[in-house]
């Protein structure tokens, strides 16, 4: 079945404890992002990957990184998480630039 | 820079009434435009798509037109189910290849059907 995983699903931490937020693909597409989703705000993105070893910043890339070391890995990792980053958030994929992005289930955050 | 305009929720409608939620974008370029639907607890899902003017997209009784004039995407259904109460989004994506890659994503529109 194609689909995207994030792992975990929830997640509650401490402020400034190292974290990492898996997100794996298995339809073989190149692009993948993260965003983040608040009340009111809608879906914001945070980074972008075109393809391996290739990242940029999205919208709201203050407090996180990322990488992609592999065409079906983009893990989201938050070095000193804060509460402001308490959210929910979502990895994405797609097979074409500009095309139809496939959602992964979501991780809530929350930092305390 | 690229926008998304969505129309507020929640939109509360009795189940077989007619639905529309409005949409209005604007562009630097010629973006394809989507409709995604989240239920509960769920990640975004596509509902529908049109990457060009004048295209109708359409899914499960939805239907959306693409239209360049008015800068518009409004997604309307005949008659809606109790099934259907989700958070809808609009989005945009820029198709050029050139820039950044950011698609653009309203607000999202809360829709509650009664029975």
């Known amino acids: 079945e194609a689909q995207v995983t994030q792992n975990p699903r929830y997640l509650i931490t401490v402020t400034g404890k190292k974290l990492t937020v898996t997100c794996s693909q298995n339809?073989?597409?190149?692009?993948m992002s993260w965003y983040r989703q608040d009340p009111g705000l809608g879906l914001r993105q945070i980074y972008y990957?075109?393809?391996?070893?290739?990242?940029d910043k999205g919208d709201v890339p203050e407090g996180y990184k990322v990488s992609r070391k592999e065409k079906r890995n983009f893990p989201l990792i938050l070095e000193s998480p804060s509460p402001n980053q308490t959210s929910l958030y979502f990895c994405?994929?797609?097979?074409?630039?500009?095309?139809?992005?496939?959602f992964g289930p979501g991780t809530r955050l929350t930092v305390t | 820079g690229d926008s998304v305009t969505q129309m507020e929720g929640p939109v509360t409608l009795s189940e077989e009434a007619f639905l529309t939620i409005n949409c209005t974008y604007t562009?630097?370029?010629?973006?394809?435009l989507f409709w995604y639907v989240q239920y509960p607890g769920e990640g975004l899902q596509l509902l529908l798509k049109?990457?060009?003017?004048?295209d109708k997209g359409s899914n499960k009784g939805f239907e959306a037109t693409y239209r360049k004039e008015t800068t518009s995407f409004h997604l309307e259904k005949g008659s809606v189910q109790v099934s259907d109460s989700a958070v809808y989004f609009c989005?945009?994506?820029?198709?050029?290849?050139?820039?950044?890659?950011?698609?653009?994503f309203g607000r999202g529109t809360s829709l509650i059907v009664h029975p």
């Open positions: 994405a994929s797609s097979s074409t630039f500009g095309g139809e992005q496939y």
């Open positions: 339809m073989n597409h190149e692009y």
């Open positions: 989005a945009l994506s820029d198709r050029s290849g050139g820039g950044s890659y950011i698609p653009t």
């Open positions: 990957s075109m393809n391996v070893e290739v990242t």
């Open positions: 562009a630097t370029g010629y973006p394809s």
């Open positions: 049109a990457t060009k003017a004048d």
